[in-house]
């Protein structure tokens, strides 16, 4: 990589910054995260970046989109520092990221169906409950939380946002999530891995609870598809910026 920062075109830290409409302060920032390989000075001490830079900038901005900010640093940081099998590896991981996304999706969508469907079988969340860990009609908080992945606190975090009703046993004030709650647990949390926020999903609940009021869900779904599938494209998108750069850097 030395030698091709030591060849081509020079360029202040203001050229690279209006190219790519960012501050001077942003390029300064960037190289100091390793974004960017660490730039030339001039005898008197400035700053002097090369096209390499601004392939640099090309590439970590591209994929920002698809992998985050955190992500894209990291993947940059990796490349300039040699170790590109690592940069590769945080890669795969956002792709696995996106395909558990996905799966995430087609369980929502499954369950959307399951809602839409006229059925008088029970849940098998709350049929034949176990007394240890079940209540009159439903499951205690505990055991749905583990089944869940989540602790308590972020199920009664949801129940003081209105996303979760469990009836309260009448006799020990204990919550019992019966089927209704479990529902809306489930789609809350499958939900919230979709990347909605708590107040998005506050609306899209209230309809699942009333008759008819799966269209909102509906579009909900549609929505998530087409962020899946812009995200997927984005990283098509970095990853041939990155391939540019790592040519570039042979």
């Known amino acids: 990589m030395g030698r091709n920062l030591q060849n081509g075109e020079r360029l202040r830290p203001v050229d690279l910054a209006r190219g790519h409409g960012l501050s001077t302060q942003a390029i300064r920032n960037y190289e100091e995260a390793g974004i960017l390989p660490a730039a030339d000075r001039t005898p008197h001490g400035y700053r ?69 469907r006229t059925t008088s079988g029970p849940d098998p969340a709350v049929s034949t409950p176990d007394p240890a860990v079940s209540g009159p009609g439903g499951t205690f908080i505990g055991p749905l939380a583990d089944e869940l992945g989540l602790r308590p606190a972020t199920l009664r975090k949801w129940e003081r946002a209105g996303l979760v009703r469990p009836p309260r046993d009448p006799l020990t004030g204990y919550r019992v999530y019966d089927e209704a709650a479990v529902r809306d647990a489930r789609l809350t949390h499958q939900l919230r891995r979709g990347g909605y926020l708590l107040e998005q999903i506050a609306p899209l609940i209230a309809q699942v ?38 040519r570039e850097c042979e």
Do not use: C, K
């Open 48 to 116: 002097t970046y090369t096209p390499l830079h601004a392939r640099a900038l090309d590439a970590f901005l591209a994929l920002v989109p698809g992998h985050g900010h955190h992500t894209a640093t990291s993947i940059m940081r990796a490349v300039n520092e040699g170790a590109v099998d690592e940069a590769f590896r945080l890669i795969d991981e956002s792709h696995a990221q996106l395909l558990d996304d996905r799966r995430t999706l087609q369980a929502v969508e499954s369950a959307l169906r399951d809602l839409a």
């Open 209 to 246: 609870r009333a008759a008819g009021g799966l269209e909102p869900l509906e579009a909900a779904l549609r929505d998530w598809h087409g962020r899946l599938s812009a995200r997927g494209r984005t990283m098509l998108t970095g990853a041939a910026e990155l391939e540019a750069y790592l």
